[in-house]
């Protein structure tokens, strides 16, 4: 398949976009990065996701699909043959994957995200408890999935599937709260599970070289603190 | 059997409706069993315990939660009949990506519509209309989102037409005539019998709702 059939509009910090890429990683498609420059947006972007205006963009045979999430599915459904499967088989499995993947776009991230910008101590603690709370869920939730089959390596098994994606996506980000904000929220004692499968997460060969580096997630987050800073 | 399949639900929820339509498209036996939200069942709180809330399918025993997911999973597990979901792929994403967009914004907007005042109502009014002039434009000559039939797009939107005139009645604004195209779908859609036995009685979705706000202390 031609490379410039399949392009990824994105930017490298971005995990929703690091989702698309660890997806087609699986199918090993190639693919073109384009990487967004932003200030202003690109016609592109302004183009190819109207209703959003947001990275990342598939464009595939110059169709633009949207929505990371739904990104991934995509890649899932077109690249199915002879290629590892990214959802489970089983339609349970599926629910149950959706399930953990909507709570970690709705209600995870959010709370991750709002904790550099909260204004007073009390809001930036509830939101650290808010993200802990949502972990323990999570180790809950993998301590549950990997019970279920022989292979305890991931949530989608013996390879990385749909929500290893959805979550191990943040991982970047969430080092990079730990830092910020002095708090572990991964730990061996509260959260074995995650920690363990965190490790092997980011050294999969679908990961590893598209996993942005922490220090440099930090040196973007505090350009970003600084542009965003009232004056 | 029939209490293989239980839907934990709400009459007037616009989330759990989607669940009724989709069972009645695919002709599934149900158990229903109606939740009092203000007044949450310990088997509520057993098969929802991260979100608490309503619909949930119950499928052998097994929990499935998140409306759109419950209905994902019915057009997966039952999939001999009735597709809700296009088997084209790239049809598949779009019609993933509007069902999105819908559980993004219409509930909020609605929401802005009957729960402030003055102002951010009439925000809201502008920004409700507007999302709807989208999926109006996204509708384009088809007879429905999912083509000559309902699809999973039109499942997940028509349902918030019960609300409707709740809301125009407390925005005091009528929909209709800013979104013409978008009622007529809607009938449309209220001609096919999963839908139509689905919906219920605006009156009551109004009542329903002003008896909300109270209990919410929502002026």
């Given at each position: 398949?031609?490379?410039?059939?399949?392009?990824?509009?994105?930017?490298?910090?971005?995990?929703?976009?690091?989702?698309?890429?660890?997806?087609?990683?699986?199918?090993?498609?190639?693919?073109?990065?384009?990487?967004?420059?932003?200030?202003?947006?690109?016609?592109?972007?302004?183009?190819?996701?109207?209703?959003?205006?947001?990275?990342?963009?598939?464009?595939?045979?110059?169709?633009?699909?949207?929505?990371?999430?739904?990104?991934?599915?995509?890649?899932?459904?077109?690249?199915?043959?002879?290629?590892?499967?990214?959802?489970?088989?089983?339609?349970?499995?599926?629910?149950?994957?959706?399930?953990?993947?909507?709570?970690?776009?709705?209600?995870?991230?959010?709370?991750?995200?709002?904790?550099?910008?909260?204004?007073?101590?009390?809001?930036?603690?509830?939101?650290?408890?808010?993200?802990?709370?949502?972990?323990?869920?999570?180790?809950?939730?993998?301590?549950?999935?990997?019970?279920?089959?022989?292979?305890?390596?991931?949530?989608?098994?013996?390879?990385?599937?749909?929500?290893?994606?959805?979550?191990?996506?943040?991982?970047?980000?969430?080092?990079?709260?730990?830092?910020?904000?002095?708090?572990?929220?991964?730990?061996?004692?509260?959260?074995?599970?995650?920690?363990?499968?965190?490790?092997?997460?980011?050294?999969?060969?679908?990961?590893?070289?598209?996993?942005?580096?922490?220090?440099?997630?930090?040196e973007f987050a505090k350009t970003l603190m600084t542009k965003l800073a009232p004056i | 059997m029939e209490n293989e399949v239980v839907l934990l639900d709400l009459w007037a929820s616009m989330y759990g409706m989607r669940v009724r339509i989709a069972l009645a498209e695919k002709g599934i036996k149900y158990e229903y069993i109606e939740e009092d939200i203000w007044n949450k069942s310990d088997l509520l709180l057993q098969m929802n315990p991260v979100h608490k809330k309503v619909p949930v399918l119950i499928h052998k025993g097994k929990p499935i939660c998140e409306s759109l997911i419950a209905v994902q999973y019915i057009d997966e597990v039952w999939n001999d009949r009735s597709p809700l979901l296009p088997s084209d792929p790239y049809q598949r994403s779009q019609a993933r990506?509007?069902?999105?967009?819908?559980?993004?914004?219409?509930?909020?907007?609605?929401?802005?519509?009957?729960?402030?005042?003055?102002?951010?109502?009439?925000?809201?009014?502008?920004?409700?209309?507007?999302?709807?002039?989208?999926?109006?434009?996204?509708?384009?000559?088809?007879?429905?989102?999912?083509?000559?039939?309902?699809?999973?797009?039109?499942?997940?939107?028509?349902?918030?037409?019960?609300?409707?005139?709740?809301?125009?009645?407390?925005?005091?604004?009528?929909?209709?005539?800013?979104?013409?195209?978008?009622?007529?779908?809607?009938?449309?859609?209220?001609?096919?019998?999963?839908?139509?036995?689905?919906?219920?009685?605006?009156?009551?979705?109004?009542?329903?709702?002003?008896?909300?706000?109270?209990?919410?202390?929502?002026?």
């Amino acid at each position: 398949m031609a490379k410039s059939e399949v392009k990824l509009l994105g930017a490298w910090p971005s995990p929703f976009v690091l989702r698309a890429r660890i997806a087609l990683n699986i199918k090993s498609v190639d693919y073109e990065f384009l990487e967004e420059t932003f200030q202003p947006k690109s016609q592109l972007l302004l183009q190819s996701n109207p209703v959003y205006k947001k990275i990342p963009v598939l464009i595939h045979e110059n169709k633009p699909i949207c929505e990371s999430l739904i990104i991934v599915q995509y890649v899932d459904d077109v690249w199915s043959s002879g290629r590892p499967s990214i959802l489970p088989a089983d339609p349970y499995d599926r629910a149950i994957a959706r399930f953990w993947a909507t709570y970690v776009d709705d209600k995870l991230f959010p709370a991750m995200k709002s904790i550099a910008g909260a204004k007073g101590e009390e809001e930036r603690k509830r939101l650290i408890k808010e993200v802990e709370e949502g972990l323990a869920l999570l180790e809950d939730a993998f301590n549950k999935i990997t019970s279920k089959g022989n292979n305890k390596l991931f949530f989608g098994g013996d390879q990385i599937g749909y929500l290893d994606i959805a979550f191990g996506s943040l991982l970047g980000w969430l080092r990079v709260t730990e830092i910020t904000t002095g708090v572990k929220l991964f730990d061996q004692v509260n959260t074995p599970g995650l920690v363990n499968w965190a490790e092997r997460f980011c050294a999969h060969a679908a990961v590893k070289d598209v996993m942005p580096h922490t220090h440099k997630l930090l040196e973007f987050a505090k350009t970003l603190m600084t542009k965003l800073a009232p004056i | 059997m029939e209490n293989e399949v239980v839907l934990l639900d709400l009459w007037a929820s616009m989330y759990g409706m989607r669940v009724r339509i989709a069972l009645a498209e695919k002709g599934i036996k149900y158990e229903y069993i109606e939740e009092d939200i203000w007044n949450k069942s310990d088997l509520l709180l057993q098969m929802n315990p991260v979100h608490k809330k309503v619909p949930v399918l119950i499928h052998k025993g097994k929990p499935i939660c998140e409306s759109l997911i419950a209905v994902q999973y019915i057009d997966e597990v039952w999939n001999d009949r009735s597709p809700l979901l296009p088997s084209d792929p790239y049809q598949r994403s779009q019609a993933r990506f509007w069902a999105d967009y819908v559980d993004k914004k219409i509930y909020d907007l609605a929401k802005k519509v009957w729960a402030r005042k003055g102002e951010e109502q009439e925000a809201g009014k502008k920004e409700f209309i507007e999302a709807l002039q989208l999926l109006e434009a996204e509708l384009g000559d088809k007879p429905f989102f999912g083509g000559d039939k309902l699809g999973f797009v039109d499942i997940s939107l028509v349902t918030f037409y019960s609300w409707f005139y709740a809301v125009e009645t407390i925005g005091n604004f009528s929909i209709e005539s800013e979104c013409p195209k978008f009622i007529s779908w809607a009938k449309r859609c209220l001609q096919k019998e999963s839908v139509a036995n689905t919906l219920p009685n605006s009156e009551r979705v109004y009542e329903f709702l002003l008896d909300a706000k109270k209990r919410l202390g929502i002026e």
